[in-house]
C-alpha cells in the first residue's frame, strides 16, 4: 500500500464530496449501479495522483459516458 491508499478525515469528505455532487448532477443517486462503480473510480483516480476536483470531474465524465453507453446494450 502506498500512502496515497489511506485517506486522511478531510480527504474523505472531499472525495465524497465530489462523488455525491456527480451523481446528483448526473441522476446516479441512491443505489443506481454506476455510483459504486464511479466511487472505485475515484479512489482510483485519487490513489493515482489526480486530486484536483475538476480533473477528478473531467475523468468522472468520461467514465460515466461509458458507463452509460453500456447500459443502453444490455
Sequence with gaps: MTGRDILDAEQLAT????LDDYCEQTGFE????AREH?????FALFSGGIDSP???R???DSISKDFQTDLRVM
Design 15 to 18: 472525495l465524497t464530496r465530489i
Design 30 to 33: 441512491g443505489s443506481h449501479p
Design 38 to 42: 464511479l466511487a472505485r473510480r475515484l
Design 54 to 56: 475538476d480533473d477528478i
Design 58 to 60: 473531467m475523468a468522472l
